[in-house]
């Protein structure tokens, strides 16, 4: 045996190299410009999921319809929680429940906020530019308080 007559067992291969001319030269095969032409590009995972679902609406951009489907803050507050702050009859108002520290400021303003009909009440409440449950409102009302 001699060194000119040894061959190896397997074939040797090399990876392919693209966008060095020939067959896949120039932009090979990702196009022209943009995020995904570039090295190392990927496109993150809630980028990816929000094209699938959206329709294409040219001239908006993604963020712009998400932040149109997506509901307004509303802040709820149980009876439960009313009837442990409030126990004398009064107002109640979302400035009273901002001083009293049931509710907090969000982005600098005031949260809506909606009275659900968990827990029971006592007191006779009146509460003023609140949204309330159908549940809530009778409970309010039989204690001897009032919406409006």
Known sequence: ?????????TKRTTSRRIARGGV????????????KSRAGAKMRPE???LIKKL???????????AQRTMKKDVMPINLDVLAKVFTKAGIVSRETLLETGVISKKR???????????????????LQR???????????EAAGGSVS
């Open 1 to 9: 045996m001699q060194f000119h007559t040894i061959k190896p067992h």
């Open 24 to 35: 896949r030269g120039k932009t090979a095969g990702r196009g022209h410009k943009g995020q």
């Open 47 to 49: 980028m990816r999921d």
């Open 55 to 65: 329709p294409k609406r040219r001239g908006e951009t993604i963020n712009r319809t």
């Open 108 to 126: 600098g303003k005031n949260p809506l906020v909606k009275i659900l009909g968990r827990g029971d009440i006592a007191v006779a409440l009146t």
């Open 130 to 140: 609140l949204v309330v449950s159908a549940q809530a409102q009778k409970k309010i």
